[in-house]
Nanobody, 115 residues
Framework: QVQLVQSGGGLVQPGGSLTLSCAAS????????MAWYRQAPGKQREMVAL???????IYADSAQGRFTISRSNLWNSTSLQMNNLKPEDTGVYSC?????????WGPGTQVTVSS
């Protein structure tokens, strides 16, 4: 079992920055990847950024150049630094941890980009 606890989020003006954090506990040694997803109002959940134990980092086109995913060397936390935020970045952001044959989700946190 892996438990995920999120922090960060809130209201920010366009062009501003936010950092989301996700702390993992439990069998973190089995985590093979961690990612951030976003669900905008009325839309399907989509991947924003992903980091894998084999060294890959993948960003959605909308996040490339503005967002940065990082994780601890012990794979017990991940963060998403979001810069130059746009209104279309508004949504519920959830962290995800994958272990072999199972996926764990954080509870989600609201990010609202509005003036």
């Amino acid at each position: 079992q892996v438990q995920l606890v999120q922090s960060g989020g809130g209201l920010v003006q366009p062009g501003g920055s936010l950092t989301l954090s996700c702390a993992a506990s439990g069998r973190t040694f089995s985590i093979v990847s961690m990612a951030w997803y976003r669900q905008a109002p009325g839309k399907q959940r989509e991947m924003v950024a992903l980091t894998t134990r084999d060294g890959r980092t993948i960003y959605a086109d909308s996040a490339q150049g503005r967002f940065t995913i990082s994780r601890s060397n012990l794979w017990n936390s991940t963060s998403l630094q979001m810069n130059n935020l746009k209104p279309e970045d508004t949504g519920v952001y959830s962290c995800k941890a994958d272990v072999p044959a199972k996926t764990y989700w954080g509870p989600g946190t609201q990010v609202t980009v509005s003036s």
